[in-house]
Structure formats: structure tokens, C-alpha cells
């Protein structure tokens, strides 16, 4: 099917700025762009259907690149508890926290696990989500990460979302291993990723590098397990303290380095020579209200390119949109809206090895796009909630579409 959508304005995120084309028009081929540019400059092509998109502003689809979307349960209850004074280590010491989680999720069926995904998923893809990436990591075992990331890649076979699965059995110490932290990684990595990856469940391979997570030393192990299977890597990394993991991330030329508060002048050197994405989660530092500003001017100054993810978790970073994430990052860490956007599209689409395929409206990628009720691009960093998106198109197909819905 071509299609040509016209009377629109395009933000296409060439190059990760706003590189506006007024009064464009796209040309979809099937699930790629044949075509966009100015009117005037159409050339003369036949085409199934025209669309008319209203005059709107159109950005490339959002990219949610760092989210842990599969799990069982919430810890509503550890936020109202937390609320009336009850402290972390208290609600740890009682099971709760992660640990919490793991308990749910392993208690749950992959059905359960699919149908409250699903409706956390459905809430990012009414907010122009086109492609988003899941993590496992609240199994910490092989039956229980296998079921959770064959629960991430169903998801992907039956919703309109490109999803993309990060197994990432090094987030937390499972009760089997307690206090064996070094028995636990050597399980992951001689026994978890290989048959995880021979069953094609595994896109790439995640840890939490923390001091109340894994040692540097040991998620090299899982870095190095990871390369032996071919599979990239990224790190959740100063996210609590300066441990030099995004500098490691950099060394194995990781896709990303998430969280990254803490990290150094000399993680943005290694990082920005690595090519490695800094993926930031505006979401967990207001969550979890930080004060340990990322180091922006030195990701700047060093070339980094800076994403920007939901981090949906049930823990630190319940967050169901993405748009939000655009306002907290301009508000909470001083980003500008034009390098926010490009927070959820280009950069977002490298942190996901995509880069060449998706994350810009440019001849030849594939046709994932946003018409929005805006005034200008940054008006998606501007509002706080609120529906502004007219009509989602995954693939060159309308997958949502507002007009319809409001008449
Ligand atoms: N960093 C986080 O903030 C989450 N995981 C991680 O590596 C916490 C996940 C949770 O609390 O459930
Ligand atoms: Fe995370």
C-alpha cells in the first residue's frame, strides 16, 4: 500500500534536531518512507490513498528505550507507607522492595504477566510510543526470566508496538543465592544467557551496577558472557554512586548507560569516544526525589547523545508516560525541548542499536510517525499530560487515531 499524507508540518529529527520541513508531505510504501519533503518538491508518483493530516505537527514515533513494563503486582502500598514515615530500610527488612516484585512476578502466570503489561503498554502507545523497550529482571531465575521475556516478546507480536527485549538477570540477588552474589553471576552467565539467547528470547543484555547491586567486577563477567553470545550490552549505572560502571559500559561500547546521576567527567569522555547513548530517567530522580543532578554540560561538552526513557518499574519509577518524561527533563534537568525530542526519537532509537532504521522521518526508515494537536514541537515537553496526539502510524498504518475517537 503507498500512501501520501499531506497538509502537515514534520519535525524529522534528522541528525537529532528538529529539521523542519513546513507543509510537507510523506510518502509511505509499505511499512517505509518512500518520500517526504516539501510540497512543492513532490514528485510525481502514484499513490493508493491521500490522507489528510489537518494542518497538524508531525515528529517521528516516541521511543521508550529503558522500561521494566512486565511484572506482578505495585508497590502503591510501600509509597503510602513511605508517605506516613516508614523508612526504605523498614520496608525492606518486612520483604518488601524489589524483593516484593520478584515474589509477584514469580507468582504470576504468563497471562497475568501479558494482561497487566498490556494495559500499562496501551497506556505509552496512547501517548505516541511506536517502539519501546522491556527488561526481565524480576524472575532471577531461568524458568522465571524466560517466562518473563517471552511475555515481552508476545507483546510485541500482538499489540502495534516495536518491542525490544533486554534480559536482565543482574538486577537484583534472587533468595536462592543469597549472599553469593558471585555464585549468582556465574549462573547468569553459564547457565541463564546462553539458553536465553539460543531460544532467540534475548535482544541484549542489561545489569544494575550499584553498590547495592553488582560490582563492576562482576557485571564485566556478564559483559563478557554477553559478547561470547554476540548480543550488545547496557548498564544501569551511577544511578546512587560513582562506581565507573558507565566508563566500563563505554569500554564494551554498550548501546547505553542509564540512569548515569553520579557519573564523572571522565564517563562522559569514555562514553562520548564509545559512541555509548547516555539514556536518562527523569522519572526515577523525581520519584525517588534526588538532588544529584546529571552532569549535563559534560555530556555536552564531550559529544554524548542523551535519551531520554520512562524507566516504567513498579519501584521507583512508576511512570505511564513518555511526554511527561519530555516536561521533567526540561524542568528537572535543564534539557531543551528540541534535545529532549530528540531524547525519544533519534537517540533513543541508537540506544536500541536502531538507529539506522527508526528514531527520524527520512527516506528509506521505516514509517513510524505522530500527527499532534500542538502549536509547535515543544509544546510535547510544554503541556503536562493532557491528549494532544490526533493519529499514531506504525509501520505506514494508523494505529490510533483521535479524530476518529473524538469526533
Ligand atoms: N534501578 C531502579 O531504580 C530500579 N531498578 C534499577 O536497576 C528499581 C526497580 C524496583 O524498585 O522494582
Ligand atoms: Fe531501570
New binding site residues.
Partial sequence: MKTLWQNCHVATMANGSYSIIEDAVIVTSGIFIEWIGPRGGLPALETDESIDLGGAWVTPGLIDCHT?TV?GGN?SGEFEQRLQGVSYAEIAAAGG??AS?VRATRAASEDELFSSASRRLRSLLNDGVTTVEIKS??GLDLANERKMLKVIRRLGAELPVTVRSTC?AA??MPPEFANRADDYISHICSEMLPALAEEGLVDAVDA?C?YL?FSPEQVERVFVAARELGLPVKL?AE?LSSLAGSSLAARYHALSAD?LEFMTEDDAIAMGAAGTVAVL?PG?FYF?RETQLPPMDALRRHGVKIAIAS?L?????PVLSLRLMLNMACTLFRMTPEEALAGVTLHAATALGLGNSHGSLEVGKVADFVAWDIERPADLAYWLGGDVQKRVVQHGVTVLNQEVMRG
Fill in positions: 521494566h511484572f508497590r522492595g524489589i516484585t529482571g524480576y536482565l538486577h537484583a544494575f550499584e547491586a544501569h544511578q540512569h530517567l526515577a525517588l524507566d518499574n513498579p519501584g521507583t519509577s
